[in-house]
């Protein structure tokens, strides 16, 4: 039984697609995705966040569009805008919710037809890179994703970690799971690394340190660097505020603009 | 009148759907089940789950007790517990927990190897979970500790499901989106019947271990708001202490290795609150 195809696809104008994974949860998969996107914007570049996390949507907070609602169009859903300049789109099931606090009690099968309709059915339009936002583990959603993705070549993958062993273990698996699957992994990062108190400057690594880099230099995939704890990133995060805008100078931001930089690096790289 | 039509048509609904559930039975030999979930990952379970499994043997040496760890992709309890290996067959067939500091552990981590990712999907996950809470022998425990997997999918459901459980704790970090999750955790556990006994805030604050300064790296008291709002009780704050990780990391959990902390404080206190709100165990 033939569907009736689209004449272009919704996915035809994106020309980047990567995925941000762990295996583990918690330990920032969302931030570095959103940082990472307001980098991308600072550097002129049209984004968009896919966030395929159903039972734990965090990205439309993040962008403080939690409220938002979303309209449909010829070709799908259209995506839900941060700003007038239409620089960042977003779409995640958050905003498909009644209210913000229904649980997404769902089986797999279930999930799969959603995330199909994500990657298939959104008018992302014209972007420079979409970026989507993953749940931990590696299961049904993770599956759906790139089985749904790949026609469309995606870049590959940033994992992230934390430094502590039991985080590293899992995003170990996530590796393999990035081979067996044909992902290509654009690097690792290792978040949440080293605590500095405003107070004195003394650094206690609170989730120890180094295990992402060890990870990366084991697996001999590029090391994209580490992120420290930042108090001000998680509270801009809380308030849907642009921190690579308002806090240049804070511990965090050499680093995330420095991952964003290796990305665009990697980029114009493969396009010369 | 509408409203007696209403309801029987309601109760005709819900036998209906009742026919295709699973029915709930209670493991052999396991009083009660105590289940440590989230909805937002990274904020503790595991390392809750250890040291209050621990604190609960701790505070009544008279019990014995158990954990399972529930997730299945990414299994943390064999290296915090420090076990590895893979479980016995008994005579019966079922695999024999693992068993470190007096408390018996089963874990997917002892069925694959470290590297090996699960990549499967909710079917086969479903089977794996009926494994690990049925084909185990677990004796005779007072108590059994499921440290679930972050989410509110197939894995929780399944759990609930299958076993009666005697209450659920709900552990959060003070942000936003830690507590947006853990509102859904508290929701799936009131949709399938689950008491939620109460909450424990994680990580809430740090202490320069130089300068003494606080910092409230994940923001402050937003725990203590949702539990207002949900009207349930805090059972425990743990703070940011580099011990608790270590510990875990090197597995030997602070309620073990280092009893006198502040640390393994507050899960003792968390291990009596919980106790103190189950229902009275079955003889």
């Not at chain 1, 330990?27 to 968009?48: C, D, N, Q, Y």
């Not at chain 1, 990062?189 to 107070?199: D, I, L, T, W, Y």
């Not at chain 2, 009544?60 to 290296?79: F, Q, R």
Request: with cysteine; hydrophobic share 40%; aromatic share 4%.
């Amino acid at each position: 039984l033939l569907s009736f195809l689209p004449e272009r696809s919704n996915l035809a104008g994106v020309r980047h697609i990567l995925l941000v994974l762990s295996g583990k949860g918690g330990v920032g998969k969302s931030t570095i995705s959103t940082e990472l996107a307001l980098s991308l914007r600072r550097s002129g570049k049209k984004v968009g966040i896919l966030d395929v996390d159903l039972c734990g949507p965090s990205i439309p907070r993040m962008f403080r569009v939690q409220g938002s609602d979303v309209h449909q169009c010829d070709s799908g859903w259209v995506p839900v805008f941060v700003d007038q300049e239409k620089s960042i789109s977003l779409m995640s099931i958050g905003f498909l919710l009644e209210k913000p606090d229904d649980a997404v009690v769902w089986r797999g099968p279930k999930k799969n037809a959603l995330i199909k309709q994500f990657v298939a059915d959104v008018a992302w339009g014209d972007l420079d890179f979409l970026i989507v936002d993953t749940p931990p583990g590696t299961s049904d959603e993770h599956i759906s994703t790139v089985e749904a993705l790949r026609p469309y070549k995606p870049l590959g993958a940033i994992l992230v970690t934390t430094p502590q062993a039991v985080s590293v273990g899992d995003v170990r698996r996530e590796l393999t799971f990035c081979k067996k699957t044909g992902l290509q992994v654009l690097g690792i990062v290792e978040n949440m690394s080293g605590f500095v108190c405003p107070h004195c400057s003394e650094c206690t690594n609170i989730f120890s340190k180094g295990g992402g880099e060890e990870l990366a230099k084991h697996a001999g995939v590029p090391f994209l660097g580490c992120v420290p704890l930042d108090p001000q990133l998680s509270q801009s995060l809380e308030e849907g505020r642009d921190f690579i805008q308002e806090f240049p100078k804070s511990s965090a931001f050499p680093a995330l603009a420095s991952i964003a930089q290796q990305i665009l690096d990697g980029t114009s790289q493969r396009s010369s | 009148s509408s409203g007696s039509r209403d309801d029987s048509l309601r109760d005709r609904r819900a036998q209906m759907l009742s026919r295709g559930l699973p029915k709930q039975k209670p493991i052999d030999g396991v009083k009660q089940v105590v289940v440590l979930a989230s909805g937002k990952g990274g904020v503790g379970k595991s390392t809750t789950a250890v040291n209050v499994a621990l604190a609960l043997a701790a505070n009544d040496s008279t019990k014995e007790v158990g954990l399972l760890d529930a997730d299945i992709y990414g299994p943390s309890i064999p290296k915090m517990m420090n076990l590895k290996g893979n479980p016995e067959l008994t005579p019966k067939n079922l695999m024999r927990p693992l068993k470190n500091y007096g408390i018996a552990c089963m874990s997917m981590g002892f069925l694959i190897e470290e590297t090996a990712p699960v990549v499967w999907r909710g079917l086969m996950v479903m089977s794996a979970v009926e494994k690990l809470l049925r084909q185990v022998d677990w004796g005779q425990l007072d108590y059994l500790v499921i440290d679930m997997p972050p989410g509110t999918g197939d894995v929780q459901l399944s759990v609930s499901q299958n076993i009666p459980i005697a209450g659920a704790v709900i552990i959060s970090t003070p942000q936003d989106v830690a507590l947006l999750d853990a509102c859904k955790g508290a929701e799936m556990f009131r949709k399938v019947h689950v008491p939620v006994l109460g909450l424990i805030q994680n990580m809430s604050v740090f202490q320069c271990p130089k300068c003494k300064h606080e910092t409230h790296i994940f923001g402050a008291d937003g725990v203590r708001d949702l539990a207002k709002t949900l009207g349930l009780d805090i059972l425990g704050d743990v703070p940011l202490h580099v011990n608790i990780r270590e510990t875990c990391d090197s597995g030997q959990p602070v309620v073990i290795s280092q009893p006198q902390s502040d640390a393994a404080k507050a899960y003792l206190k968390i291990a009596k609150e919980i106790v103190r709100r189950l229902p009275v165990p079955p003889a």
